[in-house]
């Protein structure tokens, strides 16, 4: 059964850092591609960054371009997202999930992936 967790959110500063982490059990981790998604109140959930099964590509909406980071650790079976210069538009519930055997670009569409974590706020804010 697939899990995932989320963890490392909080409240930080504009232009500040944080690194959430989503620690996946259940499931061999580069036979899916995972992403983090984000939804904020009123809007529609958004892929903001895939990591491919296979190769490891990695996909970036482009507002989060040049700031985010993704990583997954095969070893420890976690992805990361490393977000520098945060904002205050990134405020938002971000969740990591995941979809079979699959390219990074399907980040943008979010309804057809399999597998979500609980989600957890980011808040960004002085």
């Known amino acids: 059964q697939v899990q995932l967790v989320e963890s490392g959110g909080g409240l930080v500063q504009p232009g500040e850092s944080l690194r959430l982490a989503c620690a996946a059990s259940g499931f061999i981790l580069d036979q899916y591609a995972i992403g983090w998604f984000r939804q904020a109140p009123g809007k529609e959930r958004e892929g903001i960054s895939c990591?491919?099964?296979?190769?490891?590509?990695?996909y970036y909406a482009d507002s989060v371009k040049g700031r985010f980071t993704i990583s997954r650790d095969l070893a420890n079976k976690t992805v990361y997202l490393q977000m520098d210069s945060l904002k205050p538009e990134d405020t938002a519930v971000y969740y990591c999930?995941?979809?079979?055997?699959?390219?990074?670009?399907?980040?943008?569409?979010?309804?057809?992936?399999?597998?979500w974590g609980q989600g957890i706020q980011v808040t960004v804010s002085s």
């Open positions: 990591i491919s099964s296979a190769d490891g590509r990695t």
């Open positions: 999930a995941t979809r079979f055997r699959s390219a990074s670009y399907y980040c943008r569409a979010p309804d057809t992936f399999e597998s």
